[in-house]
């Protein structure tokens, strides 16, 4: 079974510049997450969705993040502008419902350095 | 108070040792409960999850103590491969999946 796909792998951008990050889930995934991890910490939810409704994004700072899953399988995630706080990894994951049990599987990364 | 706190470490055991690692969990209507672990510069992957009668997966065991919200992880006979980050990780009551900083463990020879 392919894993969690994400693109790219590195990105490198000046602040205030615009960059966008790929994700492709699991096959058969319904459920597709968005999180940052800054060096040092855990991973922080920044997006979820359900097929392609958004189950949550309390975290997501909206002023510059958007994220989108308009078919209900991939999903792009944007910042613009980028600020130099957002360097961190950009990880995507994945899982099957399952009431609260499910696993989630991530991608491996996109790693963000804003100079 | 963060949602999931543990120590961040790091542990720095000997190969062969036993090393056991806490977490605390302040939102009382979590309700699943797992351990993950991080490799350096890779992605998070789920090591085990950890029920209310404690579980156990070869050399690691899982505790959970609703009543302090409290959960651990227990290493035996600790080898270099397992040095890595340890992710606990608390549901938020829905579907949320809260994460702790990680404790980092440094197995040596």
């Known amino acids: 079974e392919a894993g969690v796909a994400q693109s790219p792998r590195y990105k490198i951008i000046e602040k205030r510049q615009s960059v966008a990050f790929w994700c492709n889930p699991i096959s058969g995934h319904a459920t597709l997450y968005w999180y940052q991890q800054i060096l040092g910490q855990g991973p922080k939810l920044l997006i979820q969705?359900?097929?392609?409704?958004?189950?949550?994004d309390s975290q997501l700072p909206k002023d510059r993040f958007s994220a989108e899953r308009l078919k209900g399988v991939d999903s792009t995630l944007k910042i613009q502008p980028a600020k130099l706080e957002d360097s961190a990894v950009y990880l995507c994951a994945s899982s099957r419902p399952r009431g609260g049990q499910e696993t989630q599987y991530f991608g491996p990364g996109t790693r963000l350095l804003v100079l | 108070r963060k949602e999931v706190e543990q120590d961040p470490g790091p542990f720095n055991v000997p190969e062969g040792a036993t090393v056991a690692f806490n977490c605390t969990y302040s939102n009382s209507a979590s309700q699943s409960f797992f351990w993950y672990r991080q490799d350096c510069r890779k992605e998070p992957k789920l090591l085990m999850s950890?029920?209310?009668s404690g579980n156990e997966d070869g050399r690691f065991t899982a505790q959970l103590n609703r009543a302090s919200q409290y959960i651990s992880l227990l290493i035996r006979d600790s080898k270099l491969s397992d040095s890595a980050t340890y992710l606990c990780v608390v549901n938020d009551g829905f579907q949320k999946l809260v994460f702790g900083t990680g404790t980092r463990l440094l197995v040596s020879p």
């Open positions: 950890v029920y209310s």
């Open positions: 969705f359900q097929n392609n409704g958004v189950v949550d």
